[in-house]
């Protein structure tokens, strides 16, 4: 087996998750998953929830299939086929996905507008992996019951309603009223996946939806304010972060699909909004509320999405946020260490249909924080709501997709030019990219095929006077002319296939303070990674344990190639 540095994985960061992916289904309920866990609990509770039909299936059974594609692994198949099995099931006549009634909790069967998302994000990941007829029979169908229900004005399409039932809107006065509520949860996140289930499969019903959707939210919703701010107000859940970015990643995908510089300007307007409320290295506010206190994994995922999304269509300075993201919080968001969690050693104290205590920790392990501090697992404290959960199947589902994205963008190739955006480990079919960091700045590039050219994306803070290439054919330094690509990329001509090329480069250290609803912090710094914060967290601190070596350690470790790549 080949040795790697031992750096952060992304495809083993997925492997681990799935751990949790697998974990959370209740089999008591015929395989239904948890929603939630309280880790801080003596014991330790696992919950169900009103999520746990089309959101934490659709989550989940997405996670399953990008993990498979990440790792080439078939390990969790069976998982994979009972979530989808599940899934199938929810799906009424009308071709929307419902929830199930539970009488004694006081809720009844209904298609939950935000299930809808989840459900078709998963149905676009499994057609777009495996091609299945009746995966695209369901997506069909679906996405036809999306059109059918929402109300068509002359200039405006929405939903009246956070939900349908099997009789209709639960208001004809609503729709008479020409109410909308909140369409960024309810209509503006439809956006991203319904586009993505467009371009994989020429619907047009799912193209045109995806327009009216964009005209709802830019022109008719009043959920963003001019300067890119989320309206705080309580009709519009008091500025959601993950459902104002997951409505953004939406427009930011359709703009880049239309061409409309314009939608991208608007985007980008409330992107850098949201990164002013977040640290610099992921953590975000839940809303502009009670929730401000409190980060949200799935939050994370939509900037990191987000991001590489805006730097795909050029505005390629977000690269280095979205490896920051990753490198930081996203992979210290997940679930390592059980030390400080106890579960129960019996089912006596469990609620069958409800709760259990049994082996909470071994079944969440490698999941990511469902609330959580800037310095901390858990989120603990006096303001805002308090503690609430501290892993939610959503944010489990959501920190795969987060991986994901990451390790789908390392590297990307097109005719001109082969481009390495991301310094994470990685093996293309054109390149294995060997990243060093934090310890040492060095990237080793193991080519696999003859490029026409090779570039390098170098973070803006290693300058480029010391930047060093080291090959065969020839070293160079930064300040050769020709060393720089016009996108501000390090150029590398011609590589041949069986070459390694080195790039070397400085890390700074720096201290930053940083600001999380209103409480500093102070953050250590080497390049792109926090090495240590203060205060530290008391239940299960972030960043706390990690080191920094002259050189970087290695292990063995054989990174999945695949053969066939697809993207989202």
């Known amino acids: 087996m080949a040795e790697i540095p031992d750096t952060v994985v992304l495809e083993e960061r997925a492997e681990l998750a799935m751990n949790a992916v697998a974990g959370l289904p209740d089999a008591g309920m015929d395989g239904i998953p948890y929603f939630s866990a309280d880790l801080l609990a003596r014991p330790a509770v696992l919950r169900h929830g009103d999520w746990d039909w089309g959101s934490s299936h659709g989550r989940l059974l997405d996670a399953c299939v990008l993990a498979r594609h990440m790792t080439g692994k078939d390990?969790?198949?069976e998982v994979e086929d009972g979530y989808r099995r599940r899934l199938a099931g929810f799906f009424g006549p009308d071709g929307l996905s419902y929830r199930r009634a539970r009488p004694e909790a006081g809720w009844p069967a209904h298609a939950n507008l935000i299930d809808q998302r989840a459900v078709l994000l998963s149905l676009t990941?499994?057609?777009?992996?495996?091609?299945?007829?009746?995966?695209?029979?369901?997506?069909?169908?679906?996405?036809?019951?999306l059109k059918r229900i929402a109300v068509k004005e002359r200039d405006v399409w929405f939903y009246p309603a956070s939900e349908y039932t099997p009789d209709g809107w639960p208001s004809p006065n609503a729709i008479a009223l020409h109410l909308a509520p909140d369409p960024a949860s309810f209509s503006g996140r439809l956006i991203m996946p319904l586009l993505r289930y467009h371009q994989a499969t020429g619907n047009e019903d799912a193209l045109e939806l995806c327009g009216w959707f964009a005209r709802l939210i830019v022109e008719k919703s009043g959920v963003y304010h001019e300067d890119g701010s989320f309206n705080p107000a309580r009709a519009y859940r008091s500025g959601h972060f993950h459902t104002r970015l997951g409505t953004l990643e939406g427009l930011a995908r359709y703009a880049l699909h239309t061409s409309d510089h314009e939608l991208t300007a608007f985007v980008r307007r409330s992107y850098d909004?949201?990164?002013?409320?977040?640290?610099?290295?992921?953590?975000?506010p839940g809303d502009l509320a009670d929730q401000r206190y409190e980060h949200e994994s799935c939050s994370l995922v939509d900037l990191i999405g987000l991001g590489a999304t805006l730097a795909r269509a050029g505005?390629?300075?977000?690269?280095?946020?979205?490896?920051?993201f990753l490198r930081n919080h996203l992979v210290e968001s997940q679930l390592l260490d059980l030390s400080w969690v106890q579960?129960?050693?019996d089912t006596s104290g469990d609620e069958p249909g409800w709760t259990t205590h049994v082996r909470v920790g071994e079944r969440v392990l490698g999941a990511f924080a469902g609330y959580g501090a800037p310095n901390d697992f858990v989120c603990d404290v006096e303001l805002g709501r308090g503690h609430t959960a501290d892993v939610q199947a959503c944010c489990?589902?959501?920190?795969?997709?987060?991986l994901f994205w990451g390790w789908n963008n390392v590297v990307a190739a097109d005719d001109r030019a082969t481009r390495v955006h991301l310094l994470l480990n990685r093996a293309t079919r054109q390149v294995t990219v060997l990243s060093h960091l934090p310890h040492e700045g060095r990237v080793d590039l193991d080519v696999h095929e003859d490029l026409r050219e090779l570039r390098v994306r170098i973070p803006g803070w290693a300058g480029y006077a010391k930047v060093r290439v080291t090959r065969p054919s020839g070293d160079f330094d930064g300040t050769r002319t020709g060393a720089w690509a016009p996108d501000g990329y390090l150029s590398i001509p011609a590589p041949r296939r069986g070459e390694r090329v080195t790039v070397t480069f400085p890390v700074p250290e720096r201290t930053s303070t940083e600001v999380a609803a209103g409480r500093e912090y102070q953050v250590r710094w080497r390049g792109d990674d926090v090495t240590g914060i203060s205060p530290e967290g008391t239940a299960r601190p972030m960043y706390s344990a990690r080191k920094v070596h002259p050189t970087a350690p290695r292990r063995p470790y054989e990174l999945n190639r695949p053969t066939t790549e697809w993207t989202w």
């Open 343 to 345: 579960s129960a050693p």
């Open 125 to 145: 990941t499994s057609y777009l992996s495996d091609g299945d007829p009746e995966v695209r029979r369901l997506a069909d169908g679906h996405v036809a019951a």
């Open 396 to 402: 489990v589902g959501s920190g795969v997709r987060g």
């Open 75 to 77: 390990t969790w198949r």
């Open 273 to 284: 909004w949201a990164l002013g409320q977040a640290t610099a290295f992921g953590w975000t």
């Open 315 to 324: 505005h390629t300075s977000y690269w280095g946020v979205v490896e920051r």
